[in-house]
């Protein structure tokens, strides 16, 4: 079965930096697009980033492009997503989401999720 396994949260201040890191199993990793979510208290859950199956192409939220970069390495089964100049308004639970499609209905796979905390 679809397994995804975040890391790499924690407390931060503003400015700094963190890595998270999913790590996938139970399917064909390099066969799927990875995305990361995010959702703050309150909030409704936000698509962060999004990488293709070969790692071709990404798209990212406006609120944090040029600051976050999503890759994926297929020979280790992990996708990452590194977050520079962190603001307070990046605090929030990150999620790994992966997406099967079938006969037009939409499965949403997720991992557990890692809390993202930035100090102002």
């Known amino acids: 079965q679809v397994q995804l396994v975040e890391s790499g949260g924690g407390l931060v201040q503003s400015g700094g930096s963190l890595r998270l890191s999913c790590a996938a199993s139970g399917f064909t990793f390099s066969s799927y697009a990875m995305s990361w979510y995010r959702q703050a208290p309150g909030k409704e859950r936000e698509l962060v980033a999004d990488?293709?199956?070969?790692?071709?192409?990404?798209n990212y939220a406006d609120s944090v492009k040029g600051r976050f970069i999503i890759s994926r390495d297929n020979a280790k089964n992990m996708v990452y997503l590194q977050m520079n100049s962190l603001k307070s308004e990046d605090t929030a639970v990150y999620y790994c989401n992966t997406v099967r499609r079938r006969v037009g209905i939409r499965y949403d796979y997720w991992g557990q999720g890692t809390q993202v905390t930035v100090s102002s």
């Open positions: 990488i293709t199956s070969a790692g071709g192409s990404t």
